[in-house]
Nanobody, 121 residues
Framework: QVQVVESGGGLVQPGGSLRLSCVAQ????????MAWYRQIPGNQRELVAT????????EYADFAKGRFTISRDNTKNTYALKIDSLKPEDTAVYYC??????????????WGQGTQVTVSS
């Protein structure tokens, strides 16, 4: 069974930094892209950034340019989202979405369960 697991969320003070991690687990033939979304309370889920394999080309939402960095870790199928200069309005549940092909199965999207980021003093 293929799953996506996020980690790294928590409580952080304004101005601080946080590094979220996301790993696609299971029998995976290929990951095509990994995207980070966030859902602020009362709002719809919004796209933060996407990274594409194998070129590692990254795309960012306008609000994420400059403070958010998406990357791939050296560990297989593991990706990160670093957030700098955190603001209270960054408080949200952050989700990963993997576009992948499980082994011997059709290509599909897989969502993680989310990790809570709270920015507060």
């Amino acid at each position: 069974q293929v799953q996506v697991v996020e980690s790294g969320g928590g409580l952080v003070q304004p101005g601080g930094s946080l590094r979220l991690s996301c790993v696609a687990q299971g029998s995976i033939f290929r990951v095509y892209s990994m995207a980070w979304y966030r859902q602020i309370p009362g709002n719809q889920r919004e796209l933060v950034a996407t990274i594409y394999e194998p070129t590692l080309r990254a795309e960012y939402a306008d609000f994420a340019k400059g403070r958010f960095t998406i990357s791939r870790d050296n560990t297989k199928n593991t990706y990160a989202l670093k957030i700098d200069s955190l603001k209270p309005e960054d408080t949200a549940v952050y989700y990963c979405n993997a576009d992948l092909s499980p082994t011997l199965q059709p290509r599909r999207d897989v969502w993680g369960q989310g990790t809570q980021v709270t920015v507060s003093s």
